[in-house]
């Protein structure tokens, strides 16, 4: 709700193009950004950096501050991600993140290619991509300024 608020503010502002915004975040940032990016369709392009992975993975050596009471029972964080499609979004994850509760690359990979299907099925597989890095938990800016410039930018 706060997230979407924050939505509504920049949506009001002159100096901002409603039809331009776009969200990222980092780690629990990352789930937010996930989340806003499939809840408000105002949001025009998402980042979400160190979030992607499997709802089974964080319930070890994670906090459960992602977790509500059959959430897991339907969907997983793909699910979630697919609402997303089709505007542009971009996931980062590090090829040092390590397992318990980390967000390592192969399960990242696994994720996305449940979100490319949702992605197809609107024809717009060239929207999506997960983008590794050398690096951990951090978020990738260069990556996420080119794809937001290219997303973003003026018609």
Same mark, same amino acid.
């Not at 089974?56 to 897991?72: A, I, K, T, V």
């Not at 979100?115 to 609107?122: D, F, G, M, P, T």
């Given at each position: ?24 975040? !980092?780690?629990? =940032? ?7 990016? #499939? @809840?408000?369709?105002?949001?025009? *392009? ?52 390590? !397992?318990?509760? =980390? ?7 696994? #994720? @996305?290619?449940?979100?490319?299907? *949702? ?37």
């Amino acid at each position: 709700w706060d997230l979407i608020r924050v939505v509504d503010l920049a949506a009001s502002r002159p100096e901002v193009d409603p039809r331009r915004i776009g969200c990222g975040g !980092l780690s629990l =940032g990352g789930e937010m950004a996930m989340w806003l990016g #499939a @809840m408000d369709t105002r949001i025009a *392009a998402t980042v979400s950096s160190g979030f992607l992975t499997t709802m089974e993975n964080m319930r070890h050596g994670h906090c459960m501050c992602w977790d509500f009471p059959g959430l897991q029972r339907r969907y997983d964080f793909a699910d979630i991600y697919s609402l997303i499609s089709p505007r542009p979004l971009q996931c980062q994850n590090g090829e040092q993140e390590r !397992l318990p509760g =980390g967000f390592p690359v192969d399960l990242a990979t696994l #994720a @996305m290619n449940e979100i490319k299907r *949702a992605y197809a099925v609107e024809g717009k597989e060239d929207a999506v991509a997960l983008v590794t890095h050398p690096e951990g938990h951090v978020f990738d800016m260069p990556a996420a300024k080119k794809f937001f410039d290219a997303t973003l930018r003026p018609q």
